[in-house]
């Protein structure tokens, strides 16, 4: 399991010299990287539910689909006043099984991300947005201090790299139940 904060610390242990030292700024491409991956890929949270009404905080991007014990698909509704999914099935049907889809930019910074995150790609896609943004900071930094000899990647490649992981996740996508027929 992983959390935000976890994938944020991978990243930062990618870079050698890091100069993007403001944390709040860390956080929005932890934050940019984690909105990118769930409306690209999905990310996809499964629960099973024992009572008919459950909290679902913060509020789902979309459902993917609820099944009661004998497989059937079942109808839900949800509240956005009160947070509540509400299983409209007879309870002696219970437990359900359901899936939705989540907007990870809100995502608690201390909580386990869904399970079936690749994130390798979210840490190589944080990677390239810190590294872009790195890579101009030394380019400034190394005109100003005379440094142009240093090697290190420059913001073009990290600019490619990001396209790369950016393709990767669209590619992994995960398409609604009701897609795959």
Known sequence: MATPKYLLEQ???????????DEARQERYLRDALEFYAQHSGALV??????????ISPQPLGFN?????????????????????????????SPWDM?????????DYETDLPTDLEFT??????????????????SLTSFVASLEGMERKGMS????????VEEQIRK??????????
């Open 11 to 21: 990243a930062l242990a990618r870079f050698p010299i890091l100069l993007i030292k």
């Open 46 to 55: 499964r629960t099973r539910l024992e009572q008919p009404e459950i909290l």
């Open 65 to 93: 689909g609820c099944y009661n014990k004998r497989g059937d698909w079942i109808i839900t509704k949800y509240d956005r006043t009160t947070e509540k999914l509400h299983v409209l099935d007879d309870p002696k049907n």
């Open 99 to 107: 899936s939705y889809f989540v907007n990870l930019r809100h995502w």
């Open 121 to 138: 790609l979210v840490i190589d896609h944080i990677e390239s947005l810190l590294g872009e943004a790195n890579a101009q900071q030394m």
């Open 157 to 164: 490649e990290y600019s490619q790299q990001r396209l790369a």
């Open 172 to 181: 992994q996508a995960h398409l609604p139940d009701f897609a795959i027929l």
